[in-house]
């Protein structure tokens, strides 16, 4: 799963701009604030402190590994052949693919 709606491109944050957000959070900057500075929405920011994060605070080249380990690592329906085939028998018997919806709604 891209993360992008269909059609949509995006580009993962950059250490220079991690290292910005860094100085930000420093400085005791508003998500939203930070987002704005950056050119980038607020869900991004937080997104990138939920996932990188850690006990010792937000460090960027720590998050920059994580990030490009988890790239390395794949979706979880590239890896988990049963999962895979759980999902493509759904969407073959007309299924939208969307937890707790019906066809019909």
Known sequence: MSGAAMGQRYSHLSLEERCRLRGMMEMGLSFSEIARRLGR??????????????????RPDSAARRAWARKLRGSRIARFTRLRAHVEDRLAMGGSGDRGRSAAA
């Open 41 to 58: 929405h607020r869900s991004t920011i937080r997104r990138e402190l939920d996932r990188n994060r850690s006990s010792n605070g937000y």
